[in-house]
């Protein structure tokens, strides 16, 4: 009998190693073709943990589409403009399209707002986001300049918009906003999170939530951010 359960544990294990090569092979951030960053003032940063896997910020795309910025990824990547800052008490707000739901990745990826700012362009930079899928779920991350959470990955909301299906639009948006000693992010007009500013300010979190403001997105997504603006509390 026991032979019999090591046997069907093997082949369990065998059968495994390829399915989950075939997911990690899939999930794969690619490379955007004519790729880099096109609008004038802004810049941007991959993920550290993209570039040791040879990403580079060429890799993903930012231009102009009229008054909208077009953002294709591409490694998971954090754009701005050195002169958008914000400090004391704020909120940071735009409007995310995802006008193809899913068409450039097998399941949903997310995408938002960052704040604080800190050492930007750098190893050292530090920045907390929040952001959307197009499935009803958001994600609160920090980078101190190592990654830390604020709520679990994908959390559900019904605040948040689903798109009907894959290859459908959908719309996101999304306010962080830094008031007293609290830190929120808002969703279509509803909070989704408030933590005191000592959960996302301190060691291993960001250096302040003075900064500059900007926009993030996963790898192997596409979309467009309108209203990108700054309104003093």
Not at 49 to 78: N, Y
Not at 89 to 97: D, I, L, Q, R, S
Request: hydrophobic share 35%; charged share 20%.
């Amino acid at each position: 009998m026991r032979k019999t359960y090591s046997l069907i544990l093997i082949s369990a294990i065998i059968l495994a190693v390829p399915m989950l090569a075939a997911f990690q092979q899939s999930d794969a951030s690619r490379s955007v073709a004519g790729g880099g960053i096109s609008v004038p003032g802004w810049s941007g940063q991959i993920d550290a943990s993209e570039a040791a896997k040879g990403s580079k910020l060429e890799d993903a795309k930012l231009s102009k589409d009229g008054d909208k910025l077009h953002i294709t990824t591409g490694p998971a990547v954090a754009y701005w403009n050195s002169k958008n800052t914000a400090k004391g008490n704020y909120t940071v707000k735009a409007t995310f399209n995802e006008p193809n739901f899913m068409n450039l990745n097998d399941h949903p990826h997310p995408y938002g707002i960052f704040i604080g700012g800190n050492d930007m362009g750098t190893d050292k930079q530090t920045y907390f986001y929040c952001s959307a899928y197009g499935s009803g779920k958001f994600i609160a991350r920090g980078f101190g300049p190592s990654p830390f959470k604020l709520n679990e990955r994908g959390t559900p909301t019904d605040a948040v918009h689903k798109a009907p299906a894959k290859g459908e639009p959908v719309t996101q948006d999304i306010a962080v906003s830094v008031a007293g000693d609290k830190v929120s992010c808002s969703i279509n007009g509803t909070v989704v999170g408030t933590w005191p500013k000592t959960d996302v300010v301190g060691d291993g979190k960001i250096k302040s939530t003075d900064g500059i403001y900007g926009i993030r997105y996963s790898h192997n997504t596409e979309g467009f951010v309108t209203g990108l603006t700054m309104t003093k509390q």
